[in-house]
């Protein structure tokens, strides 16, 4: 299992720290939430942001792209030096170029989905597709609560992925818990983002990701 703290709920007057502390503590992946104030109600990193990230951590960026047309900005995040460009499927009519866009670039291409939005909506694309990201709340924001029915969709993508020789990765973000983790873990989730519960205070980051990866066993 590899474990992606989003810096969502980082401390962004002190982001290049934080960003160490996870890669000390164990991190696999840094994931990064693009947010345009459109696609979804609220604003955060853009093209600059990834760029000033890239030279600080040695850490696998994983961005999260939640903003319309994201085939406008596929080439801009590419340079900045993501590693994983993940598109979702509500934010363009052209998944499947966006998609051929981002490999292109020579970047690893994932899609996203919605809570409410099939997974019909994804089929066609998972043979090109190296991630699926099944989103465990409604986009936006940290901190949400998990929705449990979520896991069929996780379980079903597994199911699909072993019948049909596919070798994409399946990734759950939001609401990610050392109580909630079990249940995706078990469906067959690979990459599990994790905002709120790695940066809460109390513990600490290291701490909490072992104990996601103790539950998710
Ligand atoms: C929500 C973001 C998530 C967010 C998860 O739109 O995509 O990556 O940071 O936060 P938690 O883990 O607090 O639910
Ligand atoms: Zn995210």
């Known amino acids: 299992m590899k474990i992606a703290p989003s810096i969502l709920s980082a401390d962004f007057a002190?982001?290049?720290r934080d960003?160490?502390?996870v890669q000390q503590g164990g991190a696999?992946?840094?994931h990064i939430d693009v947010m345009d104030g459109h696609f979804v109600p609220n604003l955060t990193f853009g093209p600059a942001v990834v760029a000033a990230i890239r030279p600080v951590t040695s850490l696998p960026l994983d961005v999260h792209m939640m903003v319309d047309d994201p085939e406008a900005w596929i080439p801009a995040f590419a340079k900045a030096g993501a590693d994983t460009l993940l598109v979702h499927v509500e934010a363009t009519p052209h998944i499947y170029r966006a998609l051929q866009l981002i490999q292109e670039h020579g970047v690893k291409a994932g899609v996203v989905v919605n809570p409410g939005t099939s997974l019909s909506a994804i089929e066609e694309v998972l043979p090109l597709v190296d991630q699926v990201l099944v989103m465990t709340v409604n986009p936006g924001f940290g901190g949400q609560a998990f929705l449990p029915a979520m896991?069929?969709?996780v379980a079903q993508l597994a199911r699909w992925?072993?019948?049909r020789g596919l070798a994409f990765k399946i990734e759950v973000d939001g609401g990610i818990t050392d109580q909630t983790i079990g249940t995706v873990a078990a469906a067959g989730?690979?990459?599990f983002v994790a905002g709120s519960y790695v940066f809460a205070?109390?513990?600490s980051p290291a701490k909490q990701m072992a104990k996601l990866r103790a539950a998710g066993q």
Request: charged share 35%; net charge negative.
């Open 14 to 16: 002190h982001l290049a």
């Open 151 to 153: 896991a069929q969709k």
């Open 19 to 21: 960003i160490q502390t």
């Open 189 to 191: 989730a690979d990459i």
């Open 201 to 203: 205070k109390g513990d």
């Open 28 to 30: 696999d992946l840094l």
């Open 161 to 163: 992925r072993s019948e």
